[in-house]
């Protein structure tokens, strides 16, 4: 029998006063969710895949989790190896009690109470029996991954996606009646790796079949990736993502760039420098490509991606071997965003930020490119990846709030991969309550929960369904 465990995961958890506690439950926790970035699988969403175990909609392929596990001295094998799935739970079970005061231990508890209404306390102790509650509640239609979706009320979804991409899955969805609106979202990183010659030369096969076009010259590429973009236009995309070191700035002509691309197609070394004015040509055309499409453009800077090299070999990327990066920022990112802007083609743009180090930058650069048509137009975005936690989201909301306008946040997504995350909204909606209720019982901000209120509803809602132009 599993027991509650009242004094933790509570209706006023992480609200510490009586403001915070009526902005929360009145005007943030009955809005819908709006989820317009994440890495769910929509071949999972679009055969409303149901999960046989604990392991497999908890830990397959969580990062964080891993991280910690290691951290806590757990052998590869019951992370990322051949390990069987209960023996891998309950070695994560082993690993939470040492994540006190880490974002993981909040998510845990969340995530139990809200899908399995388990607020029981996760370790060695209650492992199995917390994985037999769990896994029964899995078998049943509430916790398919339709299901959760509809559980969570998560109006809108995008998910991301490969211009290579067949998007057969959501063709199925588009032809659905799933309540929540399932979008492709338009990622085309792999455009940009010519400093991996064999990688890139195999994805422009791929590109070339999907768009039925033979890529031979740079404009090819370009050709095929307009194609492509129309394509997921019609199946309701409204976003691009991009994941960068730093946004490149332009310093190589079109047909400098062309020359990179054609070495890089041929097998050939590319140099630094080389990349980096051929990604910026590039990167560019699709920035001008995305305001004529009307798409919001979403550049997530500064990770620091696979850097044990011991770790890359042995299981590949994204097994959580990654940093924050301390890349310069912002010469770059403003000499890009003005080239845009200067010929009028600056579409929507969400900046995200992973080192707290350039809040301000990011921050003041957003207000750099508001043109006075569209409310908010370029987003200083929330906080994501190792800054997706309480501490590092008031700092995002402390930094937008002074330098920007709080009340035209578009709001948090998941960026998550796991069916597991949508308590992260939650998350997020109680520290931005939480904050602002401390902002009102100190008088710093008016005690009208009217006004306020208003602007946590745009924040966890209202803003980000504008905003985005969403087809209905």
């Given at each position: 029998m599993i027991v509650s465990s009242p004094t933790f995961i509570h209706d006023d958890f992480l609200l510490a006063s009586r403001s915070a506690r009526r902005l929360y439950h009145d005007f943030a926790a009955a809005e819908?969710?709006?989820?317009?970035?994440?890495?769910?699988?929509?071949?999972?969403?679009?055969?409303?895949?149901?999960?046989?175990?604990?392991?497999?909609?908890?830990?397959?392929?969580?990062h964080?989790?891993?991280?910690?596990?290691?951290?806590?001295?757990?052998?590869?094998?019951?992370?990322?190896?051949?390990?069987?799935?209960?023996?891998?739970?309950?070695?994560?079970?082993?690993?939470?009690?040492?994540?006190?005061?880490?974002?993981l231990y909040h998510w845990t508890h969340?995530?139990?109470?809200?899908?399995?209404?388990?607020?029981?306390?996760?370790?060695?102790?209650?492992?199995?029996?917390?994985?037999?509650?769990?896994?029964?509640?899995?078998a049943t239609p509430r916790l398919s991954a339709q299901g959760i979706l509809d559980a969570f009320r998560v109006e809108t979804l995008c998910t991301t996606d490969d211009p290579a991409d067949g998007l057969a899955n959501h063709r199925a969805l588009s032809e659905g009646d799933l309540p929540t609106t399932v979008l492709p979202t338009f990622r085309p990183d792999a455009a940009?790796?010519?400093?991996?010659?064999?990688?890139?030369?195999?994805?422009?096969?791929?590109l070339s079949a999907a768009a039925g076009l033979d890529i031979r010259t740079l404009p090819d590429l370009f050709a095929a990736l307009e194609r492509r973009a129309n394509s997921f236009h019609a199946l309701g995309c409204r976003l691009s993502d991009h994941g960068l070191d730093a946004c490149p700035a332009p310093s190589l002509t079109a047909e400098e760039a062309a020359g990179v691309f054609a070495r890089a197609l041929a097998g050939e070394p590319v140099s630094a420098a080389e990349r980096a004015g051929y990604s910026a040509v590039v990167m560019l055309f699709l920035g001008r490509l995305y305001a004529r499409l009307g798409w919001t453009m979403q550049l997530h800077l500064g990770a620091l991606r696979d850097v044990n090299g011991r770790m890359f070999r042995m299981r590949g990327p994204d097994q959580g071997c990654d940093s924050i990066g301390d890349f310069p920022q912002a010469v770059s990112l403003a000499r890009y965003l003005d080239a845009l802007d200067g010929d009028g083609s600056l579409p929507r743009t969400i900046l995200y930020n992973l080192n707290p180090a350039d809040n301000y930058v990011f921050a003041t650069m957003a207000g750099n490119f508001q043109d006075g048509a569209i409310a908010g137009?370029?987003?200083?975005?929330?906080?994501?990846?190792?800054?997706?936690?309480?501490?590092?989201?008031?700092?995002?909301?402390?930094?937008?709030?002074?330098?920007?306008?709080?009340?035209?946040?578009?709001?948090?997504?998941?960026?998550?991969?796991?069916?597991?995350?949508y308590p992260r909204h939650e998350y997020f909606r109680r520290t931005l309550c939480n904050l602002l209720g401390r902002d009102m019982d100190r008088g710093e901000i008016p005690s009208d929960f009217e006004l306020v209120g208003r602007l946590v509803r745009g924040i966890c809602h209202d803003n980000a369904r504008a905003y985005f132009d969403f087809p209905r």
């Amino acid at each position: 029998m599993i027991v509650s465990s009242p004094t933790f995961i509570h209706d006023d958890f992480l609200l510490a006063s009586r403001s915070a506690r009526r902005l929360y439950h009145d005007f943030a926790a009955a809005e819908p969710i709006i989820d317009y970035h994440c890495h769910l699988s929509s071949a999972d969403i679009a055969t409303d895949r149901r999960f046989r175990n604990l392991f497999e909609i908890w830990l397959e392929g969580d990062h964080y989790k891993w991280r910690a596990m290691r951290a806590n001295g757990v052998p590869e094998r019951l992370c990322t190896g051949d390990a069987a799935p209960l023996e891998k739970f309950r070695a994560w079970a082993a690993t939470v009690p040492h994540t006190v005061r880490n974002p993981l231990y909040h998510w845990t508890h969340l995530e139990l109470a809200r899908y399995f209404d388990i607020t029981e306390l996760l370790d060695e102790r209650t492992a199995d029996r917390i994985w037999a509650a769990a896994n029964e509640q899995l078998a049943t239609p509430r916790l398919s991954a339709q299901g959760i979706l509809d559980a969570f009320r998560v109006e809108t979804l995008c998910t991301t996606d490969d211009p290579a991409d067949g998007l057969a899955n959501h063709r199925a969805l588009s032809e659905g009646d799933l309540p929540t609106t399932v979008l492709p979202t338009f990622r085309p990183d792999a455009a940009l790796a010519v400093h991996r010659p064999a990688c890139f030369a195999a994805w422009i096969e791929r590109l070339s079949a999907a768009a039925g076009l033979d890529i031979r010259t740079l404009p090819d590429l370009f050709a095929a990736l307009e194609r492509r973009a129309n394509s997921f236009h019609a199946l309701g995309c409204r976003l691009s993502d991009h994941g960068l070191d730093a946004c490149p700035a332009p310093s190589l002509t079109a047909e400098e760039a062309a020359g990179v691309f054609a070495r890089a197609l041929a097998g050939e070394p590319v140099s630094a420098a080389e990349r980096a004015g051929y990604s910026a040509v590039v990167m560019l055309f699709l920035g001008r490509l995305y305001a004529r499409l009307g798409w919001t453009m979403q550049l997530h800077l500064g990770a620091l991606r696979d850097v044990n090299g011991r770790m890359f070999r042995m299981r590949g990327p994204d097994q959580g071997c990654d940093s924050i990066g301390d890349f310069p920022q912002a010469v770059s990112l403003a000499r890009y965003l003005d080239a845009l802007d200067g010929d009028g083609s600056l579409p929507r743009t969400i900046l995200y930020n992973l080192n707290p180090a350039d809040n301000y930058v990011f921050a003041t650069m957003a207000g750099n490119f508001q043109d006075g048509a569209i409310a908010g137009k370029v987003q200083f975005g929330s906080g994501w990846w190792f800054l997706d936690q309480r501490e590092a989201m008031e700092w995002q909301l402390n930094a937008l709030s002074n330098l920007g306008l709080l009340s035209r946040f578009v709001g948090m997504v998941t960026d998550s991969r796991s069916f597991m995350s949508y308590p992260r909204h939650e998350y997020f909606r109680r520290t931005l309550c939480n904050l602002l209720g401390r902002d009102m019982d100190r008088g710093e901000i008016p005690s009208d929960f009217e006004l306020v209120g208003r602007l946590v509803r745009g924040i966890c809602h209202d803003n980000a369904r504008a905003y985005f132009d969403f087809p209905r």
